[in-house]
């Protein structure tokens, strides 16, 4: 099968391009924003401040599109939400405008986000919950969701949006975890937003690539929305005090009791339709916190 990958240097994509690539009856392409200076003949330059996906799709035929780009930060749309609008939103009308145009049979997968559904009336998350974001990142999302469904609707071209619940793991450098990491640098007794029963459902870097994976080999690509998490609701002070018995001294860590702007209180996710197509999940979040913290360390020392 023969992958393209667009924003292959981020942190979903480089380790998905990396996965794919182990199995030799794939072929798989990158294409992002930096320059590579070393698989320059399966990867495509994109020009940040005009993205234009038109030649690519000319030059080349994929199997499946991978969309990991765009911008994934709730805070930052907050403060430059036309920047978070192109990006996440804009850039996948582009993509799939070029599809359309010289592609029709190449099958879309766009990486969307659980934030699309702000604060759920109910728990499990359902894919057919109502959709409340509570930022302009979510809104976004659900406008590329929405712009993935107009392309199946009107145009038949096959798409997939995956609602990516709490990811982390290795080469990811933002977020809870690594916020916490940094934060025993500089503070001896740790603040943390919120009240610490706030609640996610984390996926480990490994589960996910391999739930995309899953993905596009099995699913309908029928404009349809997929969660992809573990079904399991761990609440934030858990996990904190997870993550820091990996450290050598136990950390003193507190909440403030004040939230976010963007942020939600309680997520878990129903996962029946992602385990339908085979997923099963390989680690726990004990085991991918180790592994995570020991990324750390030795990411310190280069």
């Known amino acids: ?133 509570l930022s302009p990142y979510g809104i976004h999302k659900m406008q590329s969701e929405q712009i993935c469904d107009e392309f199946y609707r009107f145009f038949n071209i096959k798409t997939c949006s995956l609602r990516i619940f709490s990811a982390y793991g290795e080469g990811l450098k933002k977020q809870l975890f690594w916020d ?27 589960d996910l690539l391999n739930a995309i994976e899953l993905v596009s080999k099995k699913a309908a690509f029928e404009g349809d929305v997929i969660n992809i998490a573990n079904g399991e609701e761990v609440f934030i002070e858990d996990c904190v005090g997870q993550f820091y018995k990996n450290f050598e001294n136990p950390e003193n860590f507190q909440f403030s009791g004040e939230g976010r702007p963007g942020d939600p209180n309680n997520w878990i996710a129903d996962i029946t339709t992602l385990k339908s197509l085979g997923y099963e999940r390989k680690y726990n979040l004990e085991k991918g916190l180790q592994n995570y913290y020991k990324w750390l360390l030795e990411a310190e020392k280069k």
């Open 1 to 133: 099968m023969k992958y393209l990958i667009i924003g292959s240097k981020g942190f979903i994509g480089r380790s998905l391009k990396e996965q794919l690539s182990q199995n030799n009856d794939n072929s798989v392409w990158g294409a992002d924003v930096v320059i590579d200076y070393v698989d320059t003949d399966r990867y495509f330059l994109i020009d940040a401040s005009n993205a234009d996906f038109r030649s690519i799709f000319e030059e080349e035929h994929f199997d499946v599109c991978i969309n990991c780009s765009g911008a994934a930060s709730v805070p930052d749309s907050i403060v430059h939400p036309l920047r978070d609008y192109h990006l996440n939103t804009v850039n996948v009308f582009k993509m799939l405008d070029s599809i359309r145009a010289y592609q029709p049979q190449c099958k879309f997968i766009n990486l969307s986000s659980a934030a699309v559904y702000g604060n759920p009336l109910e728990l499990p998350i359902k894919e057919d919950a109502n959709v409340s974001p």
């Open 180 to 206: 916490l990491y940094a934060k025993t640098k500089t503070q001896q007794n740790i603040t943390l937003f919120g009240t610490g029963r706030e609640s996610r459902d984390f996926i480990y870097i490994f």
